[in-house]
Structure formats: C-alpha cells, structure tokens
C-alpha cells in the first residue's frame, strides 16, 4: 500500500513499552489540538482532543499533556501494541478562525516491534 | 454508523484534463472540509463547506481548483487543467456545524497526473 511519509521522524518502540509523541506547535492563539493516527492508504483517524483550558487529557490507553507556556503538545500511549504503528500528526485551531480549518504538522511514525 | 466516503479512490489522468472527486459526508453533518495531503506531509486545508455555502476557501491554491455542495451534503472538489504537482491524496472530513467540533476524515481519493 501507499506509504504515508517516507522522511518522517520516526519513533521505535518494542511492544507493551509506554510511547511518547511530541509536537510542537506555532500559533499562539491556538485554542484547540487534536492528535489524528493515520494508517498507510487510510484518512486520518481521531484519537483525543484538547482544549487550551486544560493541560492534560486522558482517554484509553491515551494521554495528551499541553504546554502553553512552549507551544508544546504530547500524547503517551500506555502499552503500546502493534495496531499502534502508524503516523501521528497534531493539528491546531484558532477558535477566532471562523472556518474551524485545522492545520497539521508534520507527524511522526510510530513503529512497534513485536 | 457510516463514515465519510470519497470516491474515486484513485484517479490517474493526464495533464491538462479535467477532473472531479466526490465526497458524501457523515449524515448529519453540516459542515465538509477539503484538504490536501503530500507524501511525507500533514494535511493541508483547503476549503470549509458550512450547509451549501463556502465559509471559508483560502486555502484554494489557484483559480482551476473550485468545489460545490449544492443541496448540503455531497460535496465535488473539481479541478481543471490538472498539472503534475496536483498529484496528492485528497482528504475530506466533517463534523457537527458548531465551532471546534471534531473532523472526521474519509479515506482520500488519490490523484495522480501524468
């Protein structure tokens, strides 16, 4: 199949090991940050949102940490498993942007070993 | 619950020709945004679609790339005189009319051009 990104930073992790994904973002009046999993020949899959009055977040098997202070994003993955490999990207939103357009950054790939 | 679905999934066609790829958003959703994905790259916006309306087309690269959502839900983005660098997947997400509302993203139709 298609490969996402072929020059992507690239994170290895053996398998049941904790993962953390790092994102930093530029706009400081970004309100609104979404991790998406994007698996290869597949559209972009929504994991966890945060908004800026929060600094972290917990859904299952995933936790997104917000740094305003340096513009910094992360999401862990607790126990992470091989349907985990893929690219992650962060994406932003300005709420004052009346078109609710998101931009991305580049992503990370995510690869388990088994 | 059906997910946003694009079609065709690929496209080959030739330089200078004109083409059209579709997207049928989830049901209910008002919104239906455009974006553009290289390889090696996150998504790139392109336009948001609220009810039949574009809200928002700035991030239309040029005047042969336009889109449509007469009745509200399906939406074609129709590009004319292809060129080698329109080559890229085409992403289509939507989500409830409301401001930061979550974007689910279809699989993508990729285009390439000869």
């Known amino acids: 199949g298609e490969s996402v990104g072929l020059h992507l930073p690239t994170l290895s992790v053996q398998e049941g090991d904790n993962s953390i994904i790092n994102c930093a973002y530029s706009n400081s009046a970004s309100d609104y940050f979404i991790w998406y999993k994007q698996e290869s020949g597949k559209g972009p899959q929504f994991i966890i949102d945060?908004?800026?009055?929060?600094d972290k977040r917990q859904g299952q098997r995933v936790t997104v940490l917000l740094n305003k202070t340096v513009k910094h994003l992360s999401l862990q993955i607790a126990a992470t498993q091989p349907g985990d490999s893929a690219v992650y990207f962060c994406?932003?939103?300005?709420?004052?942007?009346?078109?609710?357009?998101?931009?991305f950054g580049g992503g990370t790939r995510l690869m388990v070993k088994p | 619950g059906a997910g946003v679905s694009q079609t065709p999934s690929n496209k080959v066609t030739e330089k200078g020709k004109y083409v059209e790829l579709r997207c049928d958003p989830i049901s209910g959703h008002t919104a239906l945004y455009w974006y553009r994905q290289s390889l090696g790259q996150g998504p790139e916006f392109l336009i948001y679609?609220?009810?039949?309306?574009?809200?928002?087309d700035s991030g239309l690269p040029n005047d042969r790339f336009f889109a449509v959502r007469p009745e509200g839900s399906v939406s074609t983005l129709k590009i004319q005189r292809t060129e080698r660098g329109d080559s890229a997947v085409y992403l289509c997400?939507?989500?409830?009319?409301?401001?930061?509302?979550?974007?689910?993203f279809g699989p993508g139709t990729r285009l390439l051009v000869l």
């Open positions: 945060i908004r800026s009055n929060m």
């Open positions: 679609f609220q009810g039949t309306g574009a809200a928002d």
């Open positions: 994406a932003e939103n300005n709420g004052n942007n009346a078109g609710n357009m998101l931009t």
């Open positions: 997400a939507s989500s409830f009319g409301g401001n930061q509302e979550t974007q689910y």
